[in-house]
């Protein structure tokens, strides 16, 4: 297999994949700079992965990565005892794909269409995440993912009213702080 074409592939995947495996990622995680991190993890054996062994047998490039992202997230937990590298990701059941399929097509907003002017957006994400990773995980999910309040607050286990509070705060404190 031609190296232009394994490269094709990997970024048709991770251009399709991105966003969802990220939404993923970020809503396990208990910070956002340890979900990219873990989202650089999967990529790379994603890629490790398609070089050795191809992907013809690959059936869902969106599936097959978010077992990947799985497996990343419960290494970061150590909750199950360490795999190597050489596990078979193709051996999840119908069941687990059924549900990774459901979660890949949820749809999401195009980060540049979120984001007008990057490097600001980029120094007040950081400035919100180093403070408190609960917020830049609200911030994330919320901005980036396009997740609604209420699915945020559901997914990292908050009241409505507390992510909403930190949020609206949050926002007042960059708007000062970056005068902006």
């Known amino acids: 297999m031609g190296s232009d074409a394994l490269d094709a ?19 396990k995680c208990g910070s956002v700079q340890d979900s990219e991190d873990i989202v650089q993890n999967i990529y790379t054996r994603f890629y490790q992965r398609i070089a050795k062994k191809g992907y013809d047998d690959i059936e869902s490039a969106e599936a097959f990565v978010i077992n990947i992202a799985k497996f990343e997230c419960r290494n970061y937990f150590g909750s199950v005892k ?40 980029k120094q007040i994400f950081d400035d919100i995440a180093k403070d408190d990773p609960v917020i830049g995980r609200i911030f994330y999910l919320h901005f980036v993912c396009d997740m609604k309040l209420d699915e945020v607050a559901k997914e990292l286990d908050l009241t409505l009213s507390s992510v909403k509070n930190k949020l609206y705060r949050t926002i007042e404190r960059q708007k000062k702080k970056f005068d902006i």
């Open 9 to 27: 592939y990997f970024n048709k995947v991770y251009g399709e994949t991105f966003r969802a495996v990220s939404r993923f990622v970020v809503s």
């Open 82 to 121: 360490k795999h190597s590298a050489s596990t078979n990701f193709s051996e999840y059941t119908e069941e687990q794909m059924v549900e990774i399929e459901k979660e890949m097509s949820k749809e999401q907003k195009n980060l540049e269409d979120v984001l007008c002017n990057e490097i600001l957006a």
